[in-house]
């Protein structure tokens, strides 16, 4: 704050036993003891003032952004998952509304020709039952 060093300050205290008596020097000194002290009280206050005013700003902006961030016009956070649901429900529904079809695996088998019954010979050479050998095959 003030740019005082000790020789400056040994200067002052030789003006001040020339310019002030040595008996009012204490008094005088207490009286220069208190006004510092009451100026940094003073310029602590006005930190501390400073400082507040300062917080309080900052809170400002912080509830300013916190209350855009809470602002939610017009959106649903669980719009999607709602959405989701939805179309799920409506997948099981068409499902189970479909037409079922019975399927047997007898009916697609096609029986046999009447008469067309597999040789023993046939059978015998390794050929699954059902079919006839091939000319010319391999057995």
């Known amino acids: 704050m003030f740019d005082i060093d000790s020789g400056k300050l040994l200067i002052l205290a030789v003006i001040a036993l020339i310019v002030i008596k040595p008996k009012d020097l204490p008094g005088v000194m207490r009286q220069v003891g208190a006004t510092i002290g009451q100026l940094r ?21 912080l509830k300013k952004d916190m209350a855009k961030m809470t602002d939610l016009d017009g959106l ?11 179309q799920t429900r409506a997948d099981i529904d068409s499902a189970l509304n479909l037409p079922v079809v019975e399927h047997s695996f007898a009916e697609s ?4 020709p009447s008469g067309a019954t597999p040789s ?3 059978q ?16």
Not at 76 to 86: C, N, T
Not at 124 to 139: F, I, L
């Open 41 to 61: 009280r003073m310029a602590g206050e006005f930190q501390g003032q400073f400082r507040d005013a300062l917080r309080e700003a900052e809170l400002d902006d």
């Open 76 to 86: 649903d956070p669980f719009a999607e998952v709602k959405k989701d649901i939805e």
């Open 109 to 112: 088998i096609e029986p046999a």
């Open 120 to 122: 023993a010979g046939a």
């Open 124 to 139: 015998s050479a390794g050929a699954p039952a059902g079919e006839t050998p091939r000319s010319g095959a391999p057995t």
